[in-house]
């Protein structure tokens, strides 16, 4: 029977001490571990395998779960049979289609109460070229992990090429490896040497090309560290005219910053991109616009906060207010493809966190998604774990959207229907608040399962996991 393979780049195992993480320049994120999450949407019951393969391509430990119908899977690092100290990638293959998402928790470094931690999606196919759009190299402040997966069959040859935030090649380039079937390559990039760029002035940032020199697929994800939170993102196979940031927040409360973060926009074409951004509120509506361009393989950072790449970034801050709740939408005027993240900080009671997504193109969206993890738990008089859930309408119709929430044996335990999303806006759907949600409750006060999201338009979505001092965001998973 044929099985559907799905590609998770990790560091896996109880407590890993990663030595790329200890002995390169700070931040220092601690030990990592990854708990990964399999969600079978698929009619019939799944037979779910994953192998966890060192850095050598051998496959040092399998794990297996019979998975039911609509059901979902944790397959936990502590059970992983891995030892302390293990580094390396992981497949997950099953007999039915599902989706799968990684969750990665890092202890006993640099942040205020020694944790953080991340999330991205597992890959379904990978690709012979990928782009990275948003990258750090600032010693003891700011830095990025590249961790390159070979997702085919035989040794991938791999070169990196790495490129400013003006678009300027790095003289390193390329950085090349040879990866094994299924194994993986990670880079510390405060470990290569990248030069100091202007901004930020007091290390490197910008972005990376990934090819596979003799046309084998791969898959990349990008771990972001600050010294009080992390997060992590996907890199992309390719790019977009107009790209929707469904989630953009600038939100300041007396003095007190809590909601804000930067928007990296890459343009992937051979020629200058003339871009237009619109800044929209959750009804759509466009409360300010301006134009800008961006040379060939430069990226731009429109931060909410702090000095952004906008023309006159004071009217950009001006006018999204001290508490917006909105999103950017991005085109291209002249045709170059652009592939953007959100870097995303939020800041509750002293407590700093951060999460990533990808920002989608609107000619990428679905009919149906699937998020294979979703939260509704409460411990005592305090929430443990919550979701909020974004659903964006890619299409210049109205879309129709039910969500169904199943829970991890497969049972539906709530069908939320009749929410109309009107063209190129987003909808939010909080398990906690109950934002558009009829009846949250319903879902009672331990859920965690999965959400089969289904429209009769074209849409993209994300969803952001909201822990009491840690959030990870991850992209939904189309169909």
């Not at 051998?58 to 502590?78: P, W």
């Not at 020199?213 to 890199?235: D, E, G, H």
């Not at 989630?247 to 409360?253: A, N, P, S, T, Y």
């Amino acid at each position: 029977m044929r099985r559907v393979r799905s590609m998770i780049l990790a560091v896996v195992g109880l407590l890993v001490v990663a030595s790329m993480v200890m002995a390169a320049t700070g931040p220092n994120p601690g030990s990592g571990s990854t708990d990964v999450r399999f969600f079978n949407f698929s009619d019939n019951t799944a037979t779910v395998v994953i192998d966890y393969i060192n850095e050598s391509g051998t496959i040092e430990a399998t794990r297996s779960a019979t998975v039911n119908s609509k059901g979902s899977y944790d397959f936990l690092a502590a059970q992983s049979g891995l030892g302390d100290g293990w580094n390396g990638a992981g497949v997950i293959s099953s007999d039915q289609e599902g989706a799968s998402v990684a969750f990665v928790y890092w202890v006993n470094g640099d942040s205020a109460d020694g944790t953080t931690a991340a999330a991205y999606q597992g890959v379904p196919q990978g690709a012979t070229t990928l782009y990275c759009p948003s990258l750090a190299a600032r010693p003891n402040k700011q830095k990025s992990l590249i961790a390159v997966q070979n997702a085919d069959t035989g040794t991938a040859e791999v070169e990196l090429n790495f490129y400013d935030r003006a678009g300027n090649a790095w003289n390193g380039n390329p950085v090349q490896a040879s990866i094994p079937e299924g194994a993986s390559r990670t880079w510390d990039l405060t470990e290569l040497s990248l030069p100091t760029t202007t901004p930020p002035g007091d290390g490197w940032l910008g972005s990376v090309q990934i090819r596979s020199t003799n046309n084998k697929r791969l898959a990349a994800i990008v771990t972001m560290f600050w010294r009080q939170f992390s997060s992590a993102y996907n890199c992309v196979s390719g790019g977009d005219t107009t790209i929707i940031f469904p989630d953009v927040k600038r939100r300041v409360f007396n003095g007190v910053w809590r909601q804000y973060g930067g928007n990296v926009i890459q343009n992937l074409g051979n020629q200058t991109a003339n871009i237009l951004v619109e800044v929209l509120d959750r009804n759509g509506n466009v409360l300010y616009n301006f134009n800008t361009t961006i040379p060939p393989l430069a990226s731009r950072g429109f931060n909410t906060r702090f000095n952004a790449d906008a023309p006159n970034p004071t009217a950009f801050h001006n006018a999204m207010g001290n508490d917006f709740n909105g999103a950017l939408r991005v085109t291209s005027t002249n045709g170059q493809p652009l592939a953007a993240v959100n870097n995303g900080l939020t800041v509750i009671a002293g407590r700093q966190r951060a999460s990533t997504y990808v920002a989608e193109g609107v000619n990428t969206g679905s009919t149906t998604l699937y998020f294979p993890a979703v939260y509704r738990i409460v411990s005592g008089n305090d929430w443990a774990r919550f979701s909020a859930i974004i659903i964006t309408n890619t299409s210049d119709t109205i879309a129709n959207v039910t969500l169904r929430f199943y829970d991890k044996a497969g049972n539906l335990v709530l069908t939320d229907s009749n929410n109309q999303i009107p063209p190129g806006t987003s909808a939010g759907f909080n398990t906690r608040f109950g934002i558009s949600l009829d009846n949250p409750e319903a879902l009672g006060s331990n859920f965690e399962g999965a959400v089969e999201v289904i429209s009769d338009q074209p849409v993209v979505g994300l969803v952001n996991t909201n822990y009491p001092d840690q959030q990870a965001t991850y992209n939904a998973y189309k169909r």
